[in-house]
């Protein structure tokens, strides 16, 4: 089992910064791909970003240009930065961990609020 702690959601004006951060249990090099979701009331939830174990990185096509995720070895810990924030990023915003062996198995933080909103 792989628990993941999340933290750095909170209330941001339109135009603003947040940082999110997403530490697992064990080594980020045992986990194959590090992904950030999203849910907003009444919209299904969202993948916003993906980094592998390569370091490539996935974006979905609304938050492009945006959001940068990222991932520190030494502090085993994986970031999303979150620029130019508007209204409609406004979510719980969660952080997912898939791991390869036999099957896929597959980890969930749990959920740290972002508001946008002046």
């Known amino acids: 089992q792989v628990q993941l702690v999340e933290s750095g959601g909170g209330l941001v004006q339109p135009g603003g910064s947040l940082t999110l951060s997403c530490a697992p249990s064990?080594?980020?090099?045992?986990?194959?791909?590090m992904n950030w979701y999203r849910q907003a009331p009444g919209i299904q939830h969202e993948l916003v970003a993906t980094i592998t174990s390569g370091d490539s990185t996935v974006y979905a096509d609304s938050v492009k240009g945006r959001f940068t995720i990222s991932r520190d070895s030494a502090k085993n810990t994986v970031y999303l930065q979150m620029n130019s924030l508007k209204p409609e990023d406004t979510a719980v915003y969660y952080c997912?961990?898939?791991?390869?062996?036999?099957?896929?198995?597959?980890?969930w933080g749990q959920g740290t609020q972002v508001t946008v909103s002046s």
């Open positions: 064990v080594s980020i090099f045992r986990i194959n791909t």
């Open positions: 997912n961990a898939r791991i390869i062996g036999r099957g896929i198995s597959e980890f």
